[in-house]
């Protein structure tokens, strides 16, 4: 692909009138930034403020040293050192520990963990099922994880049908001819997406619960989440729950009451 010299003022100023243009054009309320180390800092800066909208940048990094200062000219990231360790705790089974490791290491160089994208697969890496075959239950806790936790979520098409393609471009499968509403995952997915809007969870902030090497817990407002790493069924007593005295609690994936 030809590549374009942003450090001329001409080119530079053709970008920003061409992204403030077509997001004027098309009402974009975002925009997706790629591969955004290919360009210089300070022009993503100046590229952002033409746009006037949220911009998501692609820093396909695993090290928040790296990644975290990116967000010092663009409004988000995607979440690239959280999709490894999402990898490593619901794939590979490692500990959840991890979670809160990653978390704590990101507030050193990120300006605002909760505006970051997160997500499981994507259409440049090996589908999570790729990389851990079979492993269903791994993906339907990363999905879970990837719609609750701090950030942006992001759904890959296909996860909702199981996909497992290998690298690019294996994993980017057409999918009008496997599109189906009535798959587990789809309905779980949508169960989630549903409670997820219902708490509007994104007015409270990510409080973490309970957390030790199997099983991980946290909350946003009154919307409890509990999960594993895949070592079978468990059992734990959280303590420090969001939850007041007397109140009824609803599992939205084994109802007993009106959620």
């Given amino acids: 692909m030809p590549d374009l010299d942003q450090d001329n003022a001409y080119v530079r100023s053709e970008l920003k009138s061409w992204v403030a243009n077509i997001v004027t054009h098309f009402k974009f309320d ?113 999905l879970v994880f990837s719609l609750t936790s701090r950030g942006i979520p992001f759904v890959y098409y296909g996860d909702e049908q199981y996909y497992n393609g290998g690298p690019d471009p294996a994993c980017r499968e057409s999918l009008w001819q496997d599109y189906n509403t009535n798959s587990d995952i789809y309905k779980m997915i949508a169960k989630v997406n549903a409670q997820r809007k219902k708490s509007a969870i994104w007015n409270y902030s990510y409080v973490e619960r309970y957390a030790d090497d199997t099983f991980f817990a946290f909350s946003k407002g009154e919307f409890l989440v509990a999960l594993t790493n895949g070592s079978g069924t468990q059992s734990r007593q959280i303590t420090y729950s969001p939850f007041p005295n007397g109140v009824v609690i609803c599992n939205i994936f084994y109802p007993t009451t009106d959620c």
């Avoid at 100046?46 to 090290?63: H, L, S, W, Y």
């Fill in 30 to 142: 975002g925009i997706r930034i790629d591969t955004i180390p290919e360009v210089g800092k300070p022009f993503w800066s100046e590229f952002g403020t033409a746009a006037g909208v949220f911009q998501m940048g692609e820093c396909f990094n695993g090290d928040p040293a790296y990644v975290g200062p990116y967000q010092n000219y663009v409004t988000a990231l995607f979440n690239y050192p959280m999709y490894y360790t999402i990898q490593n705790v619901f794939g590979k089974h490692q500990s959840m520990y991890q979670i809160r490791t990653r978390y704590n290491n990101e507030a050193n160089y990120f300006k605002d963990i909760d505006a970051l994208g997160v997500f499981v697969d994507n259409h440049d890496n090996p589908r999570f099922l790729y990389n851990y075959p079979s492993n269903n239950v791994g993906l339907k806790q990363a």
